[in-house]
């Protein structure tokens, strides 16, 4: 059996959890003070995700760049082709928030979205 410490990031408290593995499988967890910490264990020892923050150029916009990030968190392991495709594109203005810049990012069925609007250059 195998046995990993996570340092939980829900609250302030910090809790440190231990979870004993069989293979993918989580025998027992101790240590979390709450359900949200639990919750975020049992994610993170077998299918860990993240969201991804960034920003893409703008063609002809009041700003140079428009900051993005995943609408959902995806797999861990996916980042870094997500992080290629968000390399390789440049928008035109006007940019919406919440406007899709890439459609199912890495094809992780998650979309890469502006988190700010930027206008086109008058």
Do not use: H, Q, W
Not at 32 to 39: P, Q, Y
């Amino acid at each position: 059996m195998k046995v990993r410490r996570f340092t939980c990031i829900n609250c302030p408290v910090g809790c440190d959890i231990s979870v004993e593995m069989e293979g993918n499988r989580i025998v027992s967890l101790n240590g979390s003070r709450c359900v949200k910490g639990e919750e975020y264990v049992r994610k993170e020892a077998v299918n860990p995700t993240r969201i991804i923050t960034s920003t893409v150029p703008v063609s002809g916009g009041t700003e140079a760049r428009v900051p993005v990030k995943t609408r959902t968190d995806i797999p861990k392991d996916k980042i870094f082709a997500c992080m290629n495709a968000i390399k390789e594109i440049c928008v035109e203005a006007p940019v919406y928030l919440g406007d899709i810049i890439i459609e199912n990012a890495a094809d992780t069925n998650v979309d890469i979205i502006a988190t700010r609007t930027i206008l086109k250059e008058s």
